[in-house]
């Protein structure tokens, strides 16, 4: 039997006051995160809580960035990204879950979508533009990429002043929708708007359109995925540097406030490389495509520097 040990009042309180600093020690930081997710509150952020659901917006057709996978699956640079941000939202608010919903968008009802609060956070090469902030938010840039046309290899097309009475499409509300209508006159040619940029393509493709203007990112992986990659070319001059982002609610600064948080850590070490590896230097899918793009100076600064500056 062990010898009983016994403690002055003085030792017992001592003793007790320990304790109850250790466990105090141990509690905090527990305590300072329930406190911190307390403390973020907003309209997007309320609901997530609430209901332990976010809503991400995907392309069907905007490969690498979003895009439907072989499996009918949300897919790309851009949708990794937001489930990063999805991650950190789980975290930040301290659930258990998180279930992700998918809502498939163009770049026509994207903003109607993030205002009327159907999508969260909308997982796509949107381009940050000064008009477009008017209305939604967008977050630090994840990529920069340049507006120019895709043609085809034997059409001669090789500039704007090569396309007078040809007819040129692009995707409704999208950053080549401004570019196009801007140049109609000046180079009199046809201009035709199609729904997204899979439709956009078969224009192209079926020889209903001459050209197609959007990012040069876009229509490189849209001449990957076509039947003779070779048949198509990306010619004409950059008529804008665009900033390509995530885009979200303006009424809910704390949730900006995540997501870029999220994105500038995902810059900042290893992983950012990986993903550009994965989804532009390395075949995609069962086809193998392959759109063997390293990234840029300006997309290495993007990622440097997270900034969610515009530049037009």
Not at 2 to 13: E, K, M, Q
Not at 16 to 32: F, N, Q, R, S
Not at 154 to 177: C, M, P, Q, W, Y
Not at 269 to 293: C, H, M, S, T, V
Request: aromatic share 6%.
């Amino acid at each position: 039997m062990l010898p009983a040990v016994r403690l002055s009042a003085r030792s017992l309180r001592a003793l007790l006051g320990a304790v109850g600093l250790l466990t105090g020690i141990a509690l905090a930081p527990a305590a300072a995160h329930a406190q911190q997710a307390a403390e973020l509150h907003g309209p997007v952020l309320d609901k997530i809580r609430e209901t332990g659901t976010i809503v991400l917006g995907y392309r069907e057709s905007a490969l690498p960035f979003s895009f439907a996978d072989n499996r009918a699956q949300p897919a790309g640079y851009a949708v990794d990204l937001c489930l990063r941000a999805a991650h950190a939202a789980k975290e930040a608010l301290g659930l258990k879950d998180i279930k992700v919903r998918w809502m498939p968008l163009t770049p026509q009802n994207r903003i109607p979508a993030v205002n009327n609060g159907l999508v969260d956070l909308d997982c796509a090469p949107n381009t940050n533009t000064l008009e477009r902030q008017k209305q939604v938010a967008f977050s630090v840039s994840h990529y920069v990429s340049t507006v120019r046309m895709l043609v085809r290899a034997d059409s001669g097309i090789r500039s704007f002043e090569d396309l007078r009475n040809k007819t040129v499409v692009t995707s409704a509300g999208s950053t080549g929708d401004r570019h196009v209508r801007r140049l109609k006159s000046q180079h009199g040619f046809n201009d035709v708007y199609a729904k997204d940029h899979g439709e956009s393509f078969l224009l192209l493709e079926t020889g209903r359109a001459q050209a197609f203007v959007m990012d040069d990112v876009l229509l490189a992986g849209l001449r990957a995925r076509a039947k003779n990659p070779a048949d198509f070319v990306i010619v004409g001059p950059a008529l804008s540097v665009e900033q390509n982002a995530l885009m979200m609610s303006k009424a809910d600064p704390a949730w900006k406030q995540l997501v870029d948080r999220t994105l500038a850590k995902v810059y900042s070490g290893p992983d950012i490389l990986a993903l550009q590896k994965r989804w532009f230097q390395q075949p995609i899918g069962e086809r193998g495509i392959n759109l063997a793009l390293a990234p840029s100076s300006e997309v290495r600064e993007a990622w440097k520097h997270p900034s969610d500056a515009v530049t037009e």
